[in-house]
């Protein structure tokens, strides 16, 4: 259970890895930074610019269909989270997010 946390917008000094497509955030690039507890333990993530976009849609589509909050994508579960949604609705979140 995520009971405390917190996300911001923060442009990078230095680089770093994107917890979601392990891609490198750029210096000087916009990333989102997400810190909190995680049931007892206490967690940070960075996330690129494009996967934290993705991490919003796939958050509200979650809402609309009324997932559970277990359901919602975790840090570094983007990726299952999307397979996991096309497998069940059989098209992609960009589809759906077209549709609703
Ligand atoms: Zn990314």
């Given amino acids: 259970m995520n009971n405390c946390d917190w996300t911001r917008q923060r442009k990078a000094r230095k680089k770093h890895n994107c917890c979601e497509c392990n891609k ?3 210096k000087g690039e916009y990333y989102s930074y ?5 049931g007892h333990e206490p ?4 996330t690129c ?3 934290a976009e993705l991490v919003k849609l796939c ?17 570094s579960g983007l990726s299952d ?6 497998h069940d ?6 589809q759906a997010a077209c549709q609703l």
């Fill in 89 to 94: 609705y059989g098209i992609t979140i960009e």
């Fill in 59 to 75: 958050c509200h589509l979650a809402s609309k269909l009324k997932y559970q909050d277990e359901h919602y994508p975790i840090i």
């Fill in 24 to 26: 490198t955030i750029q």
């Fill in 43 to 46: 967690y940070s993530s960075k």
């Fill in 34 to 38: 997400s810190s909190g507890i995680w």
């Fill in 81 to 86: 989270f999307m397979s996991n949604f096309k």
């Fill in 49 to 51: 610019g494009y996967c």
